[in-house]
């Protein structure tokens, strides 16, 4: 006999687990949009058919910085639910 309550279980982990995992690459790609609108607009004054090396150099140093940023945020948060237990 199959039980449908265990496998129903199971099936629902997984769906939660792929919406997470669906979520966060949306997150991460509305990242990603906001970098470029950003760093575009700081660093590109009028488009050309390419890109100087300034300019390319100003987008590179940009979105580092933005990543950097995030990461030290990221990681910060993270020290600080682990000091307070997990928080929930």
């Known amino acids: 006999m199959v039980d449908f309550e265990s496998n129903k ?3 629902d982990a997984e769906l939660q687990d792929f919406l997470l995992i669906e979520r ?10 906001e970098f470029n609108d950003i760093c575009w607009d700081k660093c590109v004054d009028k488009p050309t058919s390419k890109l100087d090396g300034k300019t390319e150099s ?10 950097d940023t995030s990461l030290l945020i990221t990681n910060r948060f993270a020290q600080l639910l682990q000091k307070s237990g997990g928080g929930m």
Request: charged share 15%; aromatic share 4%; with cysteine.
């Open 9 to 11: 279980s199971a099936g």
């Open 24 to 33: 966060q690459k949306a997150q991460v790609n509305a990242q990603i949009h």
């Open 58 to 67: 100003c987008l590179t140093n940009c979105v580092d910085r933005f990543i």
